[in-house]
């Protein structure tokens, strides 16, 4: 009884808190000047969409703008496709870094000169709102170090993809909440590293991307290090496409997981939360299966997560729903095999290497 109404007030406080953020990003005004920015896409492999995820890099954009694609060599397939779009690459030649995205992005913010580091993943496509929203967002004061773009995966042709984009747009795990909550409560904002921007002095002051290259949750690292600074992280207007799709659902699984292990090691209370909080729907309602004074209070819970997954789908631009609470059992199962998964191991494949994650998210490389 005490853990469903625990799981009540915590869907009610999230939800509220989810409507206090929006209701601050609505009222924001575009800035009176726009700021330099560096565009860093960090690419490696081959992937569907990537020639035209790299020149979504040339959406519309008020100020002066340059665009950087950091690839590892000069054989890697995205080098090609970037010399036929015409940007400039960088080749960075990251072999022996344990975090080769990180170890890309310093070598692009090495060359920076622009008052704004901007860095995109391959995976995302931007959209005609999504730089002028994501620098509005880092502009609104003077104590905003950083601003991101709630990424989203609208791009549904398997179990994989209907969950994971669940998980996104529609769960307590959305960044969106979680940026919600830790705005109300002044705890660590977290940053979501898919689409960023950051002022380039302070992140050069507080250690830039070469500091993280021995960890995963950088992007977490980097918000918990402005923080300890007095500064705030804000979050862009517009939601950020990722174009990733095709994917099974045991492959999602292993990629939550991953970012699961990366929480257990950096903030193991959070991380124990995943059953008892975020993801409790599915345990309760089976609970009450066998403790039938349970039904009310399981039943309030559902209608109480279907209530914040709406308001959640219309913050993330995602299309209506008739699967509702679908979409909200669905991610919250994800969430729970995840947290299994993640529970009984530290070792991760990631980009085709075996890595373990260690304390604050330090990796190392295995065999």
Request: with cysteine.
């Amino acid at each position: 009884m005490i853990w469903a109404v625990l799981a009540i007030i915590f869907t009610v406080h999230a939800l509220v808190a989810t409507l206090l953020l929006a209701r601050r990003i609505a009222k924001r005004k575009p800035p009176s000047s726009w700021p330099s920015i560096l565009i860093l896409r960090p690419c490696e492999g081959s992937e569907e969409g990537l020639r035209e995820n790299l020149r979504s890099s040339l959406a519309p954009y008020p100020g002066v703008r340059r665009v950087l694609v950091l690839v590892p060599s000069e054989t890697d397939p995205a080098y090609r496709v970037a010399h036929e779009l015409g940007l400039d690459v960088r080749v960075t030649h990251p072999e022996g870094a344990r975090n080769r995205k990180s170890a890309q992005l310093d070598a692009g913010l090495r060359d920076a000169r622009e008052e704004v580091v901007v860095q995109v993943d391959s995976d995302v496509r931007l959209d005609d709102s999504s730089l002028t929203d994501l620098l509005a967002a880092l502009c609104e004061r003077t104590d905003v170090a950083a601003a991101f773009a709630v990424p989203v995966e609208l791009e549904v042709e398997t179990f994989g993809d209907f969950a994971t984009s669940a998980l996104l747009t529609a769960s307590t795990q959305s960044f969106v909440v979680l940026a919600a909550l830790s705005k109300l409560g002044g705890g660590v904002p977290a940053l979501a590293g898919a689409f960023a921007a950051h002022r380039r002095q302070l992140l050069v002051d507080t250690g830039g991307f070469a500091s993280l290259e021995g960890m995963l949750g950088e992007d977490f690292e980097v918000g918990r290090r402005l923080h300890a600074r007095g500064f705030d992280i804000a979050v862009s207007a517009s939601p950020v496409r990722m174009m990733d799709r095709g994917r099974s659902f045991a492959t999602v699984v292993a990629r939550t997981a991953r970012w699961m292990m990366v929480v257990r090691h950096q903030r193991g209370l959070v991380f124990l939360t995943y059953p008892f909080l975020l993801a409790a729907t599915p345990l309760i309602l089976i609970a009450a299966c066998c403790v039938s004074p349970l039904w009310p209070l399981a039943l309030t819970l559902l209608a109480a997560r279907g209530i914040l997954a709406v308001v959640l789908r219309r913050f993330h631009r995602a299309p209506r729903s008739s699967l509702g609470l679908s979409l909200v059992l669905s991610a919250e199962i994800l969430m729970l095999l995840s947290f299994a998964r993640a529970l009984g191991s530290s070792v991760i494949v990631w980009r085709g290497r075996r890595m373990r994650i260690g304390r604050g998210g330090a990796i190392e490389l295995v065999a």
